[in-house]
């Protein structure tokens, strides 16, 4: 049984490792500048402690943990044209270094190379892993949508935004724990559970980052903080906050986000302000510790050994417990 960090050492080394030099090299570098960006890394870490609750040879799974990365890497090259990101993990992004019609293409490639990396799994798991993994594909697709739709609409309800961060976020963590489990040979039981496990730990995450953008440190959160308020984005806060706000803190609240070039300190500082006097943060660690304790109650349920589901449940931790 293999640590987290020691299979993150294996899967980043692995990963790192992995060139793409075809022609036309215009289509394959920002291919490998996107991936030599590094990141977390823990989707196919996930997957890889997944399979590791039942196997050990780690290495059989190599190709669908990058593909699964490949996969991820493709949605966050796209998402940073579509939102005119120009930077990513502290570098330029895609369509900065080269141009639009670059970034569309190569993302394309990467859609297409995470296929062919999933295509070698085991034959009695092909159409599975294809069709699961497609769905998945999918159901991004329809969250994306599902953001870029709320931007546009002044509110939108909790079971919605819910649904929205299901289908963009938490889907993928889900599914790379379920492939991972069932190419190991866990039972289709175990699988379901550890998919509804990425599921919690995926809205779990998702909840804590909407938290930490305003109520976190620059230093420790690794973005600048109120990013969110500055951007209108519908996050949790805001969506609780409108539904829990009286009528002068609602129309505060939407004035500030009709509000076109505002001073960025003050508007951040009076929307915080509003969240404090509404109480929405309680709402939302509430909401964090649910799912945080849905997704401990699915890892529970388990058919394995005790002992091998504690890296799992340092996983949770260490993503829920994220320093404010």
């Known amino acids: 049984m ?69 996969y991820h890497n493709y949605t966050l090259l796209h998402d940073d044209l579509m939102d005119r990101a120009e930077r990513r993990r502290g ?25 062919q990396f999933m295509a070698k799994c085991p034959v009695m798991f092909l159409k599975e892993v294809l069709d699961l993994f497609s769905k998945t594909a999918l159901e991004i697709c329809e969250g994306q949508q599902m953001d870029m739709e709320f931007e546009q609409e002044e509110e939108v309800k909790e ?27 866990a039972s ?58 009286n009528s002068v803190q609602a129309e505060q609240l939407r004035s500030w986000f009709r509000t076109e070039n505002p001073d960025p300190i003050t508007k951040i500082e009076a929307v915080t302000a509003l969240y404090d006097q509404i109480g929405v943060r309680g709402f939302c660690e509430a909401k964090i510790a649910q799912y945080t304790n849905l997704a401990i109650k699915s890892l529970s349920v388990l058919d394995v050994e005790d002992e091998k589901k504690n890296g799992l449940r340092t996983i949770i931790e260490q993503l829920m417990n994220r320093e404010m």
């Open 2 to 70: 293999y640590t987290a960090s020691a299979i993150f050492e294996k899967i980043n080394s692995h990963i790192a490792n992995l060139h793409f030099q075809y022609a036309p090299e215009g289509l394959y570098a920002p291919v490998e500048y996107v991936l030599s960006m590094g990141g977390k890394r823990i989707r196919p870490l996930l997957m890889l402690m997944a399979y590791n609750l039942y196997k050990e040879d780690l290495e059989s799974v190599y190709d669908l943990a990058t593909g699964i990365e490949v």
């Open 188 to 245: 289709v039981e175990d699988a379901d559970s550890l998919y509804n496990f990425g599921i919690q730990i995926g809205l779990a995450f998702q909840l804590k980052d909407d938290l930490l953008d305003v109520y976190g440190s620059t230093s420790t959160f690794g973005k600048n903080i109120g990013g969110d308020i500055l951007c209108n984005k519908k996050t949790f806060l805001l969506v609780k906050s409108l539904e829990l706000a």
């Open 91 to 115: 570098k330029k992004t895609v369509h900065k270094i080269w141009n639009d019609n670059v970034a569309i293409l190569s993302g394309d490639a990467m859609l297409v190379l995470a296929y």
């Open 159 to 185: 079971a919605e935004y819910i649904e929205m961060i299901r289908l963009k976020t938490a889907v993928l963590l889900a599914t790379s724990l379920k492939i991972g489990a069932r190419i190991g040979g």
